[in-house]
């Protein structure tokens, strides 16, 4: 595991390459998670119960701004990172800035 969990779609490579020799299963979840509630932490729980290494999808704050308007994101893309980083059920994050999260999907190639 990286010294820090938040990494670029670039550096994922080698922790799905650990996940596939070990045969084990990469789950992908995306989000905004602008204002954490008890329903982003429940998803969270449950998406990581579904397989060995959860990748979380962060919009970044362009994207979010694009996506719920001009006044968000509330919380600064540093600030959501760092706060979905403690969940001990959050393994990696990484920070896309499309609209839609198929481009970081193709390069996570995630089991479920």
């Known amino acids: 595991m990286p010294a820090t969990k938040i990494l670029s779609a670039a550096e994922l490579g080698e ?13 992908f979840t995306n989000g905004c998670f602008d204002i954490l509630h008890y329903g982003h932490a429940y998803l969270l729980q449950f998406a990581r119960e579904q397989g060995d290494l959860l990748v979380l999808g962060l919009n970044s704050a362009a994207s979010v701004r694009r996506y719920k308007g001009p006044d968000r994101p509330l919380v600064p ?15 990696l994050i990484v920070l896309f800035d499309d609209d839609d999260p198929s481009a970081l999907i193709a390069a996570v190639r995630p089991d479920v």
């Open 77 to 91: 893309e540093d600030q959501r990172s760092y706060m979905l980083s403690l969940y001990p059920f959050v393994d």
């Open 15 to 27: 922790c799905r390459e650990r996940v596939e020799r070990e045969g084990g299963k990469l789950v």
